[in-house]
T-cell receptor, first 114, second 111 residues
């Protein structure tokens, strides 16, 4: 069965410092993987998507994620945090190879202090 | 494109009343999803449709909840009768392939 585990429920960083949000996945095949972001009182927005074309995926707002099959990880990073990055981030995997339903991780809340 | 449209954005109702949430997916998308988000349970998939046909409704909490998709451009989620524990933010999302696009959500408060 497909699953994702977000290793931190809350991450706090200072503005201008790097961001690392960790995600491990479990899959019986090489899956697509996503990161979504949810700002306070907003809907979820697709941040980036991995589809096996390249292991390093660049997304919006300077975020990127690296797919590491040997570690079954898909960590989200950003070199320099901005106050506007404060939000909840979800690591996501499709429910099955053929289906369209998604399985969401429990989310990581990113706090950014000045 | 206007994105996924949900209405109303906020709904406050009394216990026992019927509540209807509405969703207009992105034009051309063939899958539609209803989610519920609470602090306690996080984001839960309630039901999803493919080409207007319900595919998986195993997430629908109980018979009080029902969803319909009469055509490719409209879906409803109905709760009858509503209860305080139904208070949550309900999201609709649509997709053409595997990436989903979310609406802004409907914040439901049942008193």
């Amino acid at each position: 069965a497909q699953s994702v585990t977000q290793l931190d429920s809350h991450v706090s960083v200072s503005e201008g410092t790097p961001v690392l949000l960790r995600c491990n996945y479990s899959s019986s095949y090489s899956p697509s993987l996503f990161w979504y972001v949810q700002h306070p009182n907003k809907g979820l927005q697709l941040l980036l998507k991995y589809t096996s074309a390249a292991t390093l995926v660049k997304g919006i707002n300077g975020f990127e994620a690296e797919f590491k099959k040997s570690e079954t990880s898909f960590h989200l990073t950003k070199p320099s945090a901005h106050m506007s990055d404060a939000a909840e981030y979800f690591c996501v995997v499709p429910q099955s190879q053929a289906g369209t339903a998604l399985i969401f991780g429990k989310g990581t809340t990113l706090s950014v202090s000045s | 494109d206007a994105g996924v449209i949900q209405s109303p954005r906020h709904e406050v109702t009394e216990m026992g009343q019927e509540v209807t949430l509405r969703c207009k997916p992105i034009s051309g998308h063939n899958s539609l999803f209803w989610y519920r988000q609470t602090m306690m349970r996080g984001l839960e998939l309630l039901i999803y449709f493919n080409n207007n046909v319900p595919i998986d409704d195993s997430g629908m909490p109980e018979d009080r909840f029902s969803a319909k998709m009469p055509n490719a451009s409209f879906s409803t989620l109905k709760i009858q009768p509503s209860e305080p524990r139904d208070s949550a933010v309900y999201f609709c999302a649509s997709s053409l392939r595997d990436e989903q696009y979310f609406g802004p959500g409907t914040r439901l408060t049942v008193t």
